[in-house]
């Protein structure tokens, strides 16, 4: 197989396939809280997205599409989200991370539902963010792009 038409098979595949990945990304994320999975998972995955779209179009792309100062605010959001939560705690009167004081609802339940999908979410895009900056800079450090190669299937 002629190696430029395998390039174009892979651009095409991840084209379509990205989205989905990013959008089970969220769905793990935002359902981390009632079911397997959670902010770390989800982050994972959604990382591998952008990996992913690095590899096949190459990390200067890559960072085209995500750049580095997205990346750094992503990583500090979430980092400020999940603290938001326990400070938020503990200026109400509980303790770090007591969801149950929260003052969002009516009851309790209802206050430690959102301050668990708050972490999620804070985890989730904090995770995300600093396996892309991982990969982007490994890949600056390996070389000044990723290089699509081939393969044995093109």
Same mark, same amino acid.
């Given at each position: 197989?002629?190696?430029?038409?395998?390039t &174009?098979?892979?651009?095409?595949v +991840?084209? *379509?396939?990205?989205p @989905?990945?990013q959008?089970?990304?969220? !769905?793990?994320? &935002?359902?981390?809280?009632?079911? $397997?999975?959670?902010? @770390? %998972?989800?982050g994972?995955?959604?990382g591998?997205?952008?990996?992913?779209?690095?590899?096949?179009?190459?990390?200067?792309a =890559?960072?085209?599409?995500? +750049? %580095?100062?997205?990346? /750094?605010?992503?990583?500090?959001i979430? *980092?400020?989200?999940?603290?938001?939560?326990?400070?938020?705690?503990?200026?109400?009167?509980?303790?770090?991370? #007591?969801?149950?004081?929260? $003052?969002i609802? %009516? /009851?309790?339940?209802?206050?430690?539902? !959102?301050?668990? @999908?708050?972490?999620? *979410?804070?985890?989730?895009?904090?995770?995300? +963010?600093?396996?892309?900056?991982i990969?982007? #800079?490994? +890949?600056?450090?390996?070389?000044d792009?990723?290089? /699509?190669?081939?393969?044995? /299937? =093109?």
């Open positions: 197989m002629d190696i430029k038409k395998g &174009v098979v892979k651009r095409t +991840a084209r *379509v396939i990205i @989905f990945i959008l089970f990304a969220l !769905y793990v994320i &935002v359902h981390g809280d009632s079911g $397997p999975g959670g902010g @770390f %998972q989800g994972v995955i959604l591998s997205s952008v990996i992913l779209y690095g590899i096949i179009f190459g990390a200067t =890559g960072r085209k599409w995500v +750049a %580095q100062s997205l990346t /750094d605010v992503f990583s500090s979430g *980092v400020i989200l999940y603290a938001g939560v326990g400070i938020v705690a503990l200026i109400v009167g509980g303790n770090f991370l #007591e969801y149950n004081v929260l $003052p609802g %009516q /009851d309790a339940h209802v206050a430690s539902h !959102y301050g668990i @999908f708050f972490i999620e *979410v804070g985890v989730g895009i904090t995770v995300a +963010a600093v396996m892309i900056t990969f982007f #800079e490994t +890949a600056k450090r390996d070389g792009d990723i290089k /699509d190669r081939g393969g044995a /299937d =093109g």
